[in-house]
């Protein structure tokens, strides 16, 4: 179990508020694609704050379409550190990956300091969540994003981070269109998955909840 998990495990075992923060792309932020349906952080927020009962967390959301690491780390203070949050969430890479190898090694040092910059400020638990698959038809992204990825999953172990692995979740699955609105964007259905893989790994996951138990194809 990473500290990450066991920090936010003490956390729920307090009746003190928490403040989640979910930082990321056009994928966080829910732009478009779900045409109206929640997003993953929504639906987080639905089973945390009402179905758990912790009405008074507040689960933020500052995902930006079009953002890249690079992004977050120059505006890290307005986007994150502002808040105080008791627990961060990263998904970055899924435009960073349109640098291909050459972007590479900045993309890992980026995501670095921004992992040590958000310990520093307050503390807070971090969690990782790598970009989840995509179809080939988008074939810049295609061919980049695994090594992207792998930086994801490094990071993660390197500083004992709670990882999200949407890319290994979603490489079990075969009928990957039905959750996709372009081949890049997750539509209400991928949502619904990625919740649910974050869910599970942040252990507050259950299959009789109505959140938990919405339709995928």
Known sequence: MSDTLNQIKALLSRPDPIKWLFAG????HGALHT???RDYTELFSERIRYEMGR???IVL????????IIGLAEN?????I???PHVVSINMGMNDCTLGKEGLETYRATYSKVIEDVRKANGAAIILQTPQRIQSLDEKRFASLPAYVEVVRELAKKYNTLLVDHDAEWKQINAMAYL?????HPNEYGHRVMANRLM???DVYDPESRTCKLFVP
């Open 76 to 80: 890290l203070e307005w986007l994150i």
């Open 35 to 37: 045409f109206g349906w």
């Open 180 to 184: 996709l609105s372009d081949p890049i």
């Open 200 to 202: 599970r790994d942040v």
């Open 61 to 68: 959301k500052t995902g930006i379409s079009g953002a890249s």
């Open 25 to 28: 792309d056009s994928i966080t």
């Open 82 to 84: 502002q808040f105080c």
């Open 55 to 57: 009405g008074k967390d």
